[in-house]
């Protein structure tokens, strides 16, 4: 089983619609968590860090359920901007910091 | 400030040639990462550096070396090209201790044929 799982999707979605997706996460010990975004044929960059009451910036919500072991992302009101692979990121501190990625979904904002 | 920078941006290499990949952060971080990204398969840790004069294996190691030639440094060799290794390469820092952003360079894509 992979540590860090996610849908793949593409969503595709309109401008100004709300989009959400999940990922799943193995290991019990996980202390942190990431979404990253990576743009086609570009780095992996910090959208933002995923904390236990949950978190809001800007137009992008992120919560997390520690007893089913997911994490969400969220957008609002989409923008054509927001079209990118969106990664799922897990540390457990026991493993030296080292990040543990879910191999992305995609979102993709039509006009 | 260029963050982490990537060396070469492209590289195709016939089976069993050797390489070496470079990178380079000016953000004075102590811990450096290699990653390979494939389709389907998210980023996989090949190889990290803690520390200067440190290195341990990642996930997937074989086929690949590493040294931190210095704060700033952190090269990866391909000793015998596979076309396994066909792949895009990401160097990553982070600045240590329990700073846990890591900031990624812009990539090698490699073509092993």
């Known amino acids: 089983r992979k540590e860090v799982e996610q849908d793949p999707g593409p969503f595709n979605v309109p401008e100004g619609a709300t989009v959400a997706f999940n990922c799943t996460y193995s290991?019990?010990?996980?202390?942190?968590f990431f979404w990253y975004r990576q743009d086609c044929r570009k780095e992996p960059k910090l959208l933002m860090s995923v904390y236990s009451s949950g978190n809001e910036d800007g137009r992008f919500t992120a919560q997390l359920n520690r007893a089913s072991q997911y994490i969400s992302l969220l957008i609002r009101d989409s923008k054509l901007s927001d079209s990118a692979t969106y990664l799922c990121?897990?540390?457990?501190?026991?493993?030296?910091?080292?990040?543990?990625f879910g191999a992305g979904t995609t979102v993709t904002v039509r006009a | 400030n260029a963050g982490v920078t990537q060396t070469p941006k492209f590289q195709v290499l016939k089976t069993g040639q050797s390489m070496t990949l470079q990178c380079a952060q000016d953000m004075n971080h102590n811990s450096m990462y290699w990653y390979r990204q494939d389709p389907g398969m998210g980023l996989r840790l090949i190889y990290y550096s803690a520390s200067e004069g440190t290195t341990d294996k990642g996930e997937v190691p074989n086929g690949y070396n590493v040294s931190r030639l210095n704060k700033r440094e952190f090269s990866l060799r391909l000793e015998s090209a596979a076309p396994s290794q066909t792949s895009v390469y990401f160097c990553?820092?982070?600045?240590?201790?329990?700073?846990?952003?890591?900031?990624f360079g812009p990539g090698t894509r490699l073509l092993v044929l």
């Open positions: 990121v897990v540390i457990s501190f026991s493993n030296d910091y080292k990040l543990s």
């Open positions: 290991n019990s010990a996980s202390q942190s």
């Open positions: 990553a820092s982070r600045e240590g201790g329990t700073k846990e952003t890591q900031y």
